[in-house]
């Protein structure tokens, strides 16, 4: 069965302070690796899709990359409007399989 | 539209009553999803269409749940003699393609409550 796992559930930054969010993933045959932005009351917002391990994609202060095992999502000097949960997902038959998400605050 | 529109926002039930949900889709894309949200982030897949045609409804519950997408007209999710266990966020996602060619855009969901 295919499974996808976040890591750390819950992440506290100062801001400016960077880090990294890991998602461990299981699949056969791996289509594709998304990664979603939701806020509070809002539907995941689609941040970046990753196909083959080696691949980078960046937008602002989020980069994420992608190996055969794992995907991260690096932050770099967030400020707090970057707070949210984070949820990674992987395509499986023909549906999404999400992580658990992990919940990131920045305080100023 | 250029987004997923789902309505109502939130929707309260008695159980053991009716409950709808609607979804129109960005258009121009040929695949609606839906899923569950409950509790810590749990996204479950309930069903998938290709235009009007279901295909995939392997997460949909085999009783009491429903879902039609109609030309003209947009996506429905019913599900009849509600219990206290479908309590949950609703989403529905759109996208041109199968997932793994291209990604899902989620609407805001509908939070359903079951009294």
């Known amino acids: 069965e295919d499974q996808v796992t976040q890591s750390p559930e819950a992440l506290r930054l100062q801001e400016g302070e960077s880090s990294s969010l890991n998602c461990s993933y299981t699949?056969?045959?791996?289509?594709?690796l998304f990664w979603y932005r939701q806020d509070p009351g809002k539907g995941p917002e689609f941040l970046f899709t990753l196909y083959s391990a080696g691949e980078e994609k960046e937008k602002e202060r989020l980069k994420a990359t992608l190996t055969k095992k794992e995907s991260f999502l690096h932050i770099t000097a967030p400020k707090p409007e970057d707070s949210a949960t984070y949820l990674c997902a992987v395509s499986s038959g023909n549906k999404l399989v999400f992580g658990a998400g992990t919940i990131l605050r920045v305080k100023s | 539209g250029e987004e997923v529109a789902q309505t109502p926002k939130h929707l309260v039930r008695g159980e053991g009553q009716k409950a709808k949900l609607y979804c129109a889709p960005i258009?121009?894309?040929?695949?609606v999803f839906w899923y569950q949200q409950v509790l810590k982030n749990e996204f479950k897949f309930l069903i998938s269409?290709?235009?009007?045609?279901?295909?995939?409804e392997t997460g949909m519950p085999k009783e009491r749940f429903s879902a039609k997408c109609l030309p003209n007209s947009p996506c429905s999710l019913e599900i009849q003699a509600t219990k206290l266990e479908d309590s949950a966020v609703y989403f529905c996602?759109?996208?041109?393609?199968?997932?793994?060619?291209?990604?899902?855009?989620f609407g805001d969901g509908t939070r359903l409550s079951i009294l």
């Open positions: 996602a759109s996208s041109q393609s199968v997932p793994g060619d291209q990604p899902q855009h």
């Open positions: 699949v056969s045959g791996l289509r594709g």
């Open positions: 269409f290709q235009n009007e045609n279901v295909f995939d």
């Open positions: 258009k121009g894309h040929s695949y």
